[in-house]
C-alpha cells in the first residue's frame, strides 16, 4: 500500500530507469504498479529509450542463436556485448515451446523482438514474434495467400518498424506458382492492427529467392531478387520496401556490376552500421572466393566497395552472419564454430561459440518491453 503514496509521476520516472527485467518484478509488486506500466505510452517510451541507449553505447548486445545437435531439436538463445572479447552477458533461459523447436527459421530481429517462422512448405504457416526479454511469444493470424487460397508459391519475409507510427510490421513478398505469367502478391502484418492487409502498388514483377535474407536498414526491409524475362534477361537487384508513415512503397537498389548476374542463392544482404546494407557473395564450385561488398553511402550505387575476399578457412567456406560495431564480419566456419574476422588484417578471433553449421543466427538486440501489453 506505500507504493500507492508515491506520485505517479515519480514512479514512472524511476521505472524508465530500470531494464525490462527489473520491470517485469515490478508488475507483481501490486495491481497500482501493474497500472501504470502496463500501458501502451509507458511501454513505448521505455522502449523508445533503452534502444537509444542501445544505439549510443559502445557495446551493444548480440542475440546468438545455436542449435548443438542435430538429434536434439531444442535452440538455444545467448547474449553477447560487442565488445572486444565478445564479453558473455546472459542466457535466455525461459524460450517457449514454439520458439524452442529446431524447424523455426529466424526471419531476423529488430528493437528487441524476433520474428521467426515454421513449416513454410505446408498448410500449418505459423509466423511468431518473440520478446525474449520478458517471454512473451504472439503467433500472428494466417496471412490471406496460402496453399489453400492460391495453391504453390514462393515467398520471402521481412520483419522491421515503422517508427512514425510506432509499429512493428512483417512483410511478405509472394510468388505465385500457379500462373504462366510472374505474379506477386505482397502482404504486410501491423502488430497495431494485429492483421494483415495487402498492398495495392505490389511489387513489380520479380524472382524471388525462397527463404532468402532480408535486413531492415533505414525504415526499410530489403531482400535481393532477380528481374527481368526470358527474352530480355535477367539482373539481380536489391528489392526494398519503405515501411515508414503507414503507406509502404517499393523502391529498387541496383547492385555492383559483377554481382548483377550472378545465381542469387548466393547472395545474402544484411545491414552495415545500422546506416546501410552490405552483400554476401558465397562462392560456389569452380570460384576461386567468396566477396562482401558494402554501399557505403545508402542509395548510392556508385559507392559500392569490395571490403573483403574470402578464400577458405580451415578448407571451408565460411558463412558470414553479419557485422560488428568495429567493422569485423561474424562468420560460421567449419564445424559450426562463430568466429569473428578482421577485413583489414584477415585475422580471426574464437568467440567460445558452436554449434550445428546452417542453424546459427546473429542479430543486434535491445531490452525491451514490447508485448507486454498484449
Not at 76 to 90: G, I, M, Q, S
Not at 211 to 236: L, M, P
Not at 238 to 261: A, M, N, T, V
Request: with cysteine; hydrophobic share 40%.
Amino acid at each position: 500500500m506505500e507504493a500507492a503514496y508515491l506520485p505517479p509521476e515519480i514512479l514512472l520516472d524511476i521505472f524508465h530507469r530500470l531494464p525490462a527485467k527489473s520491470i517485469l518484478a515490478c508488475v507483481c509488486v501490486s495491481k497500482y504498479w501493474l497500472s501504470l506500466i502496463k500501458t501502451h505510452d509507458f511501454i513505448a517510451s521505455h522502449s523508445n529509450q533503452q534502444s537509444a541507449i542501445s544505439s549510443s553505447n559502445p557495446h551493444p548486445l548480440f542475440l546468438i542463436r545455436l542449435c548443438f545437435s542435430f538429434r536434439a531439436r531444442e535452440n538455444h538463445y545467448f547474449l553477447r556485448r560487442d565488445d572486444r572479447e565478445f564479453t558473455h552477458y546472459a542466457e535466455v533461459k525461459t524460450i517457449p515451446p514454439i520458439v524452442n523447436d529446431r524447424s523455426f527459421s529466424v526471419v531476423g530481429s529488430c528493437r528487441g523482438l524476433v520474428c521467426l517462422m515454421h513449416n513454410l512448405y505446408t498448410s500449418n504457416y505459423t509466423i511468431a514474434l518473440w520478446n525474449p526479454a520478458i517471454g512473451k511469444t504472439i503467433t500472428l493470424p494466417k496471412p490471406g495467400v496460402t496453399f489453400e487460397t492460391h495453391g504453390g508459391f514462393e515467398s520471402l519475409l521481412g520483419f522491421g518498424f515503422d517508427s512514425s507510427t510506432r509499429d512493428y510490421k512483417v512483410v511478405r513478398v509472394v510468388r505465385l506458382l500457379e500462373c504462366e505469367e510472374i505474379a506477386i502478391e505482397v502482404e504486410v502484418f501491423s502488430l497495431n492492427a494485429g492483421s494483415w492487409k495487402r498492398i495495392t502498388s505490389a511489387a513489380p514483377q520479380y524472382n524471388i529467392v525462397e527463404r532468402g535474407s532480408q535486413a531492415f536498414v533505414n525504415g526499410s526491409v530489403h531482400w535481393v531478387a532477380r528481374r527481368g524475362n526470358n527474352n530480355e534477361g535477367y539482373r539481380n537487384v536489391i528489392l526494398g520496401l519503405d515501411l515508414q508513415g503507414g503507406e509502404e512503397r517499393f523502391r529498387e537498389l541496383e547492385l555492383p556490376e559483377s554481382l548483377k548476374y550472378e545465381c542469387p542463392m548466393y547472395l545474402t544482404v544484411c545491414g552495415y552500421k545500422e546506416s546501410t546494407i552490405a552483400v554476401f557473395k558465397r562462392r560456389y564450385l569452380g570460384e576461386p572466393a567468396s566477396q562482401i561488398w558494402v554501399m557505403e553511402e545508402y542509395g548510392a550505387v556508385k559507392s559500392w566497395v569490395r571490403m573483403l575476399i574470402i578464400e577458405t578457412y580451415d578448407g571451408e567456406v565460411p558463412r558470414a552472419l553479419g557485422f560488428r560495431g568495429n567493422g569485423e564480419v561474424l562468420f560460421e566456419i567449419a564445424g559450426g564454430e562463430i568466429v569473428s574476422g578482421d577485413p583489414e588484417s584477415f585475422e580471426v578471433s574464437e568467440l567460445g561459440l558452436w554449434g550445428v553449421a546452417g542453424y546459427s543466427f546473429v542479430g543486434s538486440f535491445v531490452e525491451t518491453l514490447d508485448l507486454l501489453d498484449r
